[in-house]
């Protein structure tokens, strides 16, 4: 199992120095969040790809209703480029709760949003195999055919595309046929209540045998799970991490979203958990 370390909303020059200093400290990743409005993740991740050689950066995750799929196409392969070849496109339908109550022109209904996250990956595939295609979805047609293939953008570093991770509901079966699409999960759980539910190691390993079972795709596949572990003692680390790779978890994500910026230095700079 990998650790990444989600970090504090902020500044771009603050996410490179924590990722500098991430990457000397040992972590495999390190993650941006984004929000309506905020200091644009894909740039803050420019300035730490900048700032790095070797840790893996990714979003966690971009909201897609708010970006076109081609814009963010474009965003996303000039980033993987220059950071040669480490980036990890997460995805999701977006948090409404975030500010979305003040721009009264972004989609909030929870169907559309789905469906728009469902057709910006299919349209990010496309265009990472700089094709020429048509594309006719309910919310963005493109007719790419149209166009000279001189003006495309460049093919990624990695291949057959950018790594497309996603926000999989479990065990809501439409989100987790979502998930099959792409090329790892970010593992969350819903009641029938509809009420979320703290995930537990059994939950990642029926998600592990379901994609195992259902996923056509040959390319590796990422179980992301979540937490802290900042206030624990080290065997209360092993008690808590140690179920998770057993379980199938392949990535572990420290969150520091709310951190300040020194406390997310002090924790960062104590390295990641250390499994026995």
Same mark, same amino acid.
């Given at each position: 199992?990998?650790?990444?370390?989600?970090?504090?909303?902020?500044?771009?020059?603050?996410?490179?120095?924590l990722?500098?200093?991430?990457?000397?400290?040992?972590?495999?990743?390190?993650?941006?969040?984004?929000?309506?409005?905020?200091?644009?993740?894909?740039?803050?991740?420019?300035?730490?790809?900048?700032?790095?050689?070797?840790?893996?950066?990714?979003?966690?995750?971009? &909201?897609? #209703?708010?970006r @076109? +799929?081609?814009?963010?196409?474009?965003?996303?392969?000039?980033?993987? =480029?220059?950071?040669?070849? $480490?980036?990890?496109?997460?995805?999701?339908?977006?948090?409404?709760?975030?500010?979305?109550?003040?721009?009264?022109?972004?989609?909030?209904?929870?169907?559309?949003?789905?469906?728009?996250?469902?057709?910006?990956?299919?349209?990010?595939?496309?265009?990472?195999?700089?094709?020429?295609?048509d594309?006719?979805?309910?919310?963005?047609?493109?007719?790419?055919?149209?166009?000279?293939?001189?003006?495309?953008? &460049?093919? #990624?570093?990695? @291949? +057959?595309?950018?790594?497309?991770?996603?926000v999989?509901?479990?065990? =809501?079966?439409?989100?987790? $046929?979502r998930?099959?699409?792409?090329?790892?999960?970010?593992?969350?759980?819903?009641?029938?209540?509809?009420?979320?539910?703290a995930?537990?190691?059994?939950?990642?390993?029926?998600?592990?045998?379901?994609?195992?079972?259902?996923?056509?795709?040959?390319?590796?596949?990422?179980?992301?799970?979540?937490?802290?572990?900042?206030?624990?003692?080290?065997?209360?680390?092993?008690?808590?991490?140690?179920?998770? &790779?057993?379980?199938?978890?392949?990535?572990?994500?420290?969150?520091?979203?709310?951190?300040?910026?020194?406390?997310?230095?002090?924790?960062?700079?104590?390295?990641?958990?250390?499994?026995?």
């Amino acid at each position: 199992m990998k650790f990444g370390v989600a970090l504090p909303y902020g500044s771009a020059r603050t996410a490179a120095d924590l990722a500098q200093l991430a990457e000397t400290a040992g972590w495999d990743g390190c993650f941006l969040g984004d929000a309506i409005w905020c200091e644009d993740p894909m740039i803050a991740l420019t300035a730490a790809a900048m700032a790095t050689q070797r840790i893996r950066l990714g979003t966690m995750v971009i &909201p897609a #209703p708010l970006r @076109r +799929p081609w814009k963010l196409a474009s965003e996303s392969l000039a980033l993987e =480029r220059l950071s040669e070849g $480490r980036l990890t496109l997460g995805l999701g339908a977006g948090a409404v709760w975030m500010g979305w109550q003040g721009f009264s022109d972004v989609v909030t209904d929870t169907k559309a949003r789905a469906e728009m996250l469902d057709e910006t990956i299919d349209l990010l595939t496309l265009f990472y195999q700089r094709k020429p295609f048509d594309y006719d979805g309910q919310h963005y047609h493109v007719k790419l055919s149209l166009l000279d293939e001189r003006y495309y953008p &460049p093919r #990624p570093v990695q @291949r +057959p595309r950018i790594p497309l991770w996603v926000v999989g509901i479990w065990p =809501r079966m439409k989100s987790m $046929r979502r998930v099959l699409k792409c090329d790892g999960i970010f593992v969350e759980k819903m009641n029938l209540e509809g009420q979320s539910e703290a995930v537990t190691p059994a939950d990642v390993r029926e998600i592990k045998d379901y994609v195992a079972a259902n996923r056509t795709l040959t390319t590796p596949f990422d179980i992301v799970v979540n937490g802290a572990t900042g206030d624990l003692t080290d065997a209360q680390i092993q008690d808590k991490l140690a179920p998770w &790779p057993e379980a199938g978890a392949t990535w572990w994500v420290e969150g520091l979203w709310e951190a300040t910026e020194a406390a997310a230095k002090e924790r960062i700079r104590r390295g990641p958990p250390k499994l026995a």
